[in-house]
């Protein structure tokens, strides 16, 4: 019997289906075996985002998004059944359980915010490919649907990056008095504003991970011949 769109019922038992945790798993690993079985890499100034050089500490990217504030209340809630959330019973979880998050072998979800070092000075990179992807032919500036796809794809890592729990104690989220330290109005302001952003870190964990997978995917069409893309712009410079 379906009780919602994520909710469902075997033997009387209610089940939750969290679609953001299970993608991520799956695209994990669809993408190590196609990074292992059939490498794309550059295709007419294209770089897989697979290829970028996240291929070289995939690990460490796959742990940062792993130990995420967003996945990491998916599988604490929807596959291990706890923390549901905090220890009160009101909040589906019972106060007499033992705290089970950030323990054990989840203890190391508290590197995440040196997996999140490694996830930004990853950006520049995406950047840089976009930038390829316009001048990869001597002499000519060409502006292509590939491009703009990403450039989405770079822009959305960088939301979602930005976005991070970790950057939001990092630009002053510890501080306890904006106007003791030096600057303080404005890292008050920078912080307001990623406060914002962090509203939506976990739309941006979800939606950056499928256009990730949406450029290897048009990348690949493009390997095999499909004709999908359109050159809007081309300038001999």
Known sequence: MIENKNKFSIGGELFELNWRFWGFVLVLLLSAAALYLYPVGEYQGYVDPFYSPTVLVLPFVALFRLS??????????HVFKHP?????DDRMDSSKRVYSGETGFF??????????????ALLPF?????????FYTSGFFIFR????II???????????????????????YA??????SGGNTRKKIYNGQSWLNLYHEQFAFISLLVVVAVDLYIRALMAGWPVDFTFLRIAI
Do not use: E, P, Q
């Open 107 to 120: 203890s190391l979800n508290n590197f995440h915010r040196y997996f999140f070092y490694i996830g930004l």
């Open 126 to 134: 995406f950047y840089y490919d976009f930038y390829v992807s316009m």
């Open 84 to 88: 549901m959330a905090c220890l009160n």
């Open 176 to 181: 306890d008095c904006y106007s003791c330290l």
């Open 151 to 173: 450039l989405a794809n770079a822009l959305l890592l960088t939301f979602w990056t930005l976005s991070c729990h970790a950057f939001r104690h990092l630009i002053g989220g």
């Open 145 to 148: 649907l590939g491009s703009i």
């Open 68 to 77: 995420c504030y967003a996945y990491r209340k998916d599988y604490y809630r």
